[in-house]
């Protein structure tokens, strides 16, 4: 009756050291903290002191964040409508471009239609219309292509 006490008590002590040499070996793999998209969290901080007010600091942080990726498209669309606020539409344009040269889909549209906006201020109104034309062709969206309607619509009435 012993043999069989020990020979259980083998197989449970066998099952118990298994599951925690597991417990340990998954432990090692779980990685220590998640990771954390830096630039996202800086361009959201950027933004906030923007709205806060402290925009040349705001505007300091979303330029490292193009230091460190030059093609981060959040950066570059905050850049670009500062750049239409402060009326500095020649960066504007140059900002919606390379925003248009690296995106697709609505993203692109939506670039699209503000850099037709910016080639306009910019007394550019061929380049405005052909903007408009192309985010005419990238999408479906009916919202879209209203919004790009009513922009050619101005753009032939100048």
Do not use: C
């Amino acid at each position: 009756m012993k043999t069989h006490t020990n020979s259980s008590q083998t197989v449970t002590i066998s099952i118990v050291m298994l599951g925690a040499v597991l417990f340990f070996i998954s432990l090692l793999l779980l990685p220590k903290t998640p990771s954390i998209d830096e630039e996202a969290v800086d361009v959201k901080i950027a933004t906030q002191l923007i709205n806060d007010g402290k925009v040349m600091e705001g505007v300091t942080m979303l330029k490292n964040v193009l230091k460190k990726d030059e093609n981060n498209i959040d950066a570059i669309w905050q850049l670009g409508n500062l750049s239409m606020q402060s009326s500095q539409y020649e960066k504007a344009v140059n900002r919606f471009e390379k925003f248009v040269s690296i995106t697709d889909g609505n993203d692109k549209t939506s670039g699209l239609i503000y850099l037709a906006d910016a080639y306009f201020l910019s007394n550019q109104k061929d380049k405005a219309f052909e903007a408009l034309t192309e985010a005419k062709k990238s999408t479906k969206d009916e919202k879209y292509l209203i919004e790009i309607d009513q922009r050619i619509e101005i753009l032939n009435k100048k």
